[in-house]
């Protein structure tokens, strides 16, 4: 099989593969806590035909009060073959188009050893806007055969962050809007502090692709949007937004620019953020 080393695919390329046995079609949606409808009845109503539905939430670890932190190898395994995915398949990716979740859930298939993933430019969003075919009701497929095996270095700890307060050999990286990375406005999840992780950089995630088509911006404007946040793509690098969703979109640009080893802060602010955590900064980067 193909090692794919851009993520992205193209409407036109999925369209001409959506009838391949060997590409399986995930919809990876997410909306913030509370956001109705829920991302699933969104699927059941209108998916990509065959697409199958990942939720971030049920394939992660139940037995920590943080929302959805990577599974085990294991768990992963036994979730992705469910959903009718063997280690075989070509995985195409996608969400409702504001480049939120698909991110995230190439990222996890990335760090359980799945190379062959990619992700779907512009997404459903694009995908209804060139009238292309969508099926409703939910996909029942034959389980696939899917072996995962874990590489820590796709993500950092809480306790890794902490020590790179002093190190600073790695820089950190905010996908949180503005306003809540300066904590100038409350958290959307109750009881968190307010701010940001001490000499971390900001970076909006929608800032990084077109909101009118949900396409990812070109690598140019990728890279300019990376040097005016102060960030340095040659020095080690880790993401972080909320709860480890959104600052996959920011992984997902600097690997197209060629960043590679970066990691993602799976905890994010819903772990940082919490009452008697570790030091917190206010205001502009």
Not at 24 to 47: E, R, T
Not at 80 to 89: E, Q, V
Not at 179 to 203: Q, Y
Not at 258 to 264: A, E, H
Request: glycine share 10%; proline share 7%; aromatic share 8%.
């Amino acid at each position: 099989m193909t090692i794919i080393t851009d993520p992205l695919v193209s409407t036109e390329w999925l369209a001409a593969h959506l009838g391949d046995p060997k590409v399986k079609v995930v919809d990876a949606s997410f909306k913030m806590p509370g956001v109705l409808p829920l991302p699933v009845d969104d699927y059941l109503a209108a998916h990509i035909p065959g697409a199958v539905f990942f939720d971030v939430d049920a394939v992660s670890d139940h037995s920590i009060d943080l929302p959805h932190m990577y599974p085990s190898a294991d768990q992963f395994a036994r979730d992705i073959g469910a959903l009718g995915i063997s280690s075989d398949d070509t995985v195409v990716l996608y969400d409702a188009g504001g480049w939120v979740a698909a991110p995230r859930a190439w990222w996890m298939f990335l760090s359980f050893g799945h190379l062959n993933v990619r992700i779907l430019d512009g997404g459903l969003k694009k995908w209804r806007a060139e009238g292309r075919l969508v099926d409703d009701g939910k996909v029942t497929p034959q389980p696939g055969k899917f072996t995962a095996t874990f590489d820590p270095s796709y993500v950092r700890s809480k306790a890794q962050l902490v020590a790179n307060l002093d190190s600073r050999v790695e820089q950190t990286i905010d996908a949180r809007a503005a306003n809540r990375f300066e904590g100038s406005v409350p958290e959307p999840r109750v009881g968190l502090r307010s701010g940001h992780i001490p000499g971390s950089r900001n970076l909006p995630y929608n800032l990084l692709f077109d909101a009118a088509t949900g396409t990812m911006k070109p690598i140019d404007e990728l890279r300019a949007a990376f040097d005016a946040a102060g960030l340095d793509i040659a020095r080690p690098v880790v993401t972080t937004c909320g709860s480890g969703v959104s600052a996959a979109v920011l992984t997902l640009a600097l690997y197209r620019l060629g960043v590679r080893g970066s990691g993602l802060y799976d905890g994010s602010w819903s772990e940082w953020g919490l009452q008697n955590g570790p030091p917190v900064a206010t205001g502009p980067a």
